[in-house]
């Protein structure tokens, strides 16, 4: 078997599967779900675990897998508007970025000095609209298309956003 050839034969209802699922989550958009489910296939296929099942088998595979991806992101989910902190001074700006996923906060986000930075506008504009978009618990590709720009670009500047706060 050919993984294209199975890839035409189940896009489709792959597509449909990952936009009924879509409603479950706002972090993600359809092509997100597809993507995932496109790269759980293809580890599943190297491993040669698809050879002798039929098409519904895979299909309710997928579905399943991208069922368990959505509850294990929104475990990880904590939204916080970057908004609300600049208009409260009160606001420990430290102990809101604690709480976020480690993917996001760069391993040690929560530094004194780097909470000064970003309040001190130690970012560009642009800097400061990606952690504000970030912080919204949206995906880099999400962020990518909110500003079109690339993923690859928004990847670039969380890369600078890190840079600056060591």
């Given at each position: ?49 698809l050879d002798?099942?039929?098409?519904s088998y ?36 430290e102990e ?71």
């Amino acid at each position: 078997m050919c993984f294209e050839d199975l890839l035409k034969r189940i896009s489709p209802n792959l597509k449909k599967i990952a936009y009924k699922l879509n409603g479950h989550s706002s972090h993600f958009d359809d092509e997100d779900l597809y993507q995932e489910a496109l790269l759980h296939l293809w580890q599943d296929f190297q491993k040669g675990k698809l050879d002798d099942k039929t098409d519904s088998y895979i299909l309710q595979g997928c579905y399943f897998h991208l069922k368990n991806y959505l509850r294990k992101a929104k475990e990880k989910v904590n939204l916080v508007s970057i908004d609300s902190l600049v208009d409260n001074d009160d606001t420990d700006l430290e102990e809101i970025l604690y709480l976020k996923d480690p993917k996001f906060c760069f391993n040690y986000l929560g530094s004194k000095m780097l909470v000064e930075e970003i309040k001190d506008n130690g970012l560009t504009k642009r800097e400061k609209e990606v952690l504000s978009l970030c912080l919204e618990g949206l995906t880099t590709r999400e962020i990518g298309k909110r500003l079109g720009v690339s993923h690859a670009r928004i990847v670039k500047i969380k890369a600078n956003i890190k840079r600056k706060s060591n």
